[in-house]
């Protein structure tokens, strides 16, 4: 089955800073390829996805690239603010009724 | 659009006893999955069902089943409670990708944290 590796666990970046979690993934059957942010308590909210056919996709501060030749794709947030900070999981799916296999997720910390 | 609602949101019971969890998934979505999310062992998937279906299914013990009724709403029951059952349940529901009956992008809910004592 599909495996995903997902780094760095944890993250510690200043506020402003560039912050970018890698994801690896074994299936190359799979095409569909979100991003997850998970704030305490809460589920984990859907903040960006990309899929096969682009090799990057930009939604203001963030940004997600696909590099399918080496399975690996990657998420990207610049000028990062407080608000930022949240646990981000990376998954992979081959779409249709297939489900997505997780990553084990990276705890993004902020200092003001 | 209403967001994927899960109830209750707190749950404590003892080991041994039984449980069930309710998910109402985003109005028109068809698939329902289940995960189980622990600090260890990060997302687990346990099941997903379809028009009252189950489609897929995770590596989880018997204890753990789950159902969808006829307005995709969906429930899952965990028996004979572990204290390694502790854990947020997430619900997910995903709309029908145009033309097929595709999962795809998943929605969460907000999640049950059951704690077994």
């Known amino acids: 089955g599909e495996n995903v590796e997902q780094h760095p666990s944890t993250l510690s970046v200043q506020e402003g800073d560039s912050a970018v979690i890698k994801c690896t993934y074994s299936?190359?059957?799979?095409?569909?390829f979100p991003w997850y942010k998970q704030e305490l308590g809460k589920g984990p909210q859907l903040i960006i996805d990309i899929r096969s056919n682009v090799g990057e996709k930009k939604d203001q501060r963030i940004a997600v690239t696909l590099n399918k030749t080496a399975k690996h794709f990657s998420l990207h947030i610049t000028e990062t603010q407080p608000e930022d900070s949240a646990v981000y999981f990376c998954?992979?799916?081959?779409?249709?009724?297939?489900?997505?296999?997780f990553g084990r997720g990276t705890s993004l910390i902020v200092h003001p | 659009k209403a967001g994927v609602t899960q109830t209750p949101r707190y749950l404590i019971k003892t080991r041994g006893q039984q449980v069930t969890l309710s998910c109402s998934p985003i109005s028109g979505h068809r698939s329902v999955s289940w995960y189980q999310q622990t600090p260890g062992q990060g997302l687990q998937f346990l099941f997903e069902?379809?028009?009252?279906?189950?489609?897929n299914k995770g590596n989880f013990p018997g204890r753990f089943s789950g159902r969808q009724f006829s307005n995709s709403r969906s429930e899952m029951n965990v028996s004979t409670l572990e204290l390694g059952d502790s854990a947020l349940y997430l619900c997910?529901?995903?709309?029908?990708?145009?033309?097929?009956?595709?999962?795809?992008?998943?929605?969460f809910g907000p999640g049950t944290r059951l704690t077994v004592l």
């Open positions: 069902y379809f028009s009252e279906t189950q489609r």
């Open positions: 997910a529901s995903s709309p029908p990708i145009s033309g097929s009956a595709g999962t795809d992008t998943q929605y």
């Open positions: 998954a992979a799916s081959k779409g249709g009724s297939y489900i997505p296999t």
């Open positions: 299936d190359s059957a799979s095409n569909y």
